[in-house]
């Protein structure tokens, strides 16, 4: 059986929620990510920052990324999965919300992340093709 540990990739490292946009796009730049986990001064996850939600939620939205923070940005609960969880459990949670990548946390610490990228490493073809499917479905029209 294939875990979310066994998928992950390790060396995620947590953007504190005090940090500036502009910082946190050098820290992805430098890391070559798009994505970081948020993490508060108790080092719990609160979140995640995309490359994407800088553009869109700072830039394109007119705010200035030296003054906003990555806290700015953490809304909502953290999703994350454990790091026992199978492909299964880690591709459902993914699907229902619709995400592309998700934090590994074990004994309330973050220890890595899976992307997309990774998913494609470790699961068979059908399985790839289905998630790419649910997550990229459009929502049904009102």
Request: glycine share 6%.
């Amino acid at each position: 059986m294939t875990t979310a540990r066994d998928m992950m990739h390790l060396g995620a490292e947590c953007v504190p929620m005090h940090e500036s946009l502009d910082r946190a796009a050098q820290i992805m730049r430098d890391k070559q990510v798009g994505s970081l986990p948020i993490c508060g001064e108790d080092n719990k996850l609160k979140g995640i920052l995309t490359d994407r939600d800088i553009v869109i939620k700072c830039i394109a939205a007119g705010h200035d990324p030296s003054k906003m923070t990555a806290g700015d940005l953490a809304q909502g609960k953290a999703i994350y999965v454990s790091a026992d969880a199978d492909e299964d459990e880690v591709l459902a949670l993914m699907e229902k919300n619709k995400i592309r990548r998700v934090p590994v946390i074990e004994e309330h610490m973050l220890i890595g992340m899976i992307s997309e990228a990774d998913l494609a490493q470790h699961l068979t073809e059908e399985k790839l093709a289905h998630f790419v499917s649910a997550i990229t479905k459009a929502p049904p029209s009102k």
